[in-house]
């Protein structure tokens, strides 16, 4: 059985950092792609980061400096660190596996920025 769990969200302040998590089972993580996507409401599911299986990192624009998507293939985790983080960063974020026409997506975890 497939699982893609995320979590490290929560609330944090304008400026404050977070640390999202990942934890995948059920298939081989070593040979998937995996990525970071978000969803703020009223809009539609964005790209944020990639990591592809030989460990390759893409960053979309907007979080390019402040974020960083790394993974751990022997503990099956992928990571967002986020820093500096700004309320335009408000938004669920989802976990995302790819490999080929394969794609599992994790239930998302929320991500607030406010004072």
């Known amino acids: 059985q497939v699982q893609l769990v995320e979590s490290g969200g929560g609330l944090v302040q304008p400026g404050g950092s977070l640390r999202l998590s990942c934890a995948a089972s059920g298939f081989t993580f070593s040979r998937y792609a995996m990525s970071w996507y978000r969803q703020a409401p009223g809009k539609e599911r964005e790209f944020v980061a990639t990591s592809s299986a030989g460990g390759i990192t893409l960053y979309a624009d907007s979080v390019k400096g402040r974020f960083t998507i790394s993974r751990d293939n022997a503990k099956n985790t992928v990571y967002l660190q986020m820093n500096s983080l700004k309320p335009e960063d408000t938004a669920v974020y989802y976990c995302?596996?790819?490999?080929?026409?394969?794609?599992?997506w994790g239930q998302g975890t929320q991500v607030t920025v406010s004072t």
């Open positions: 995302k596996a790819v490999r080929i026409l394969t794609t599992y």
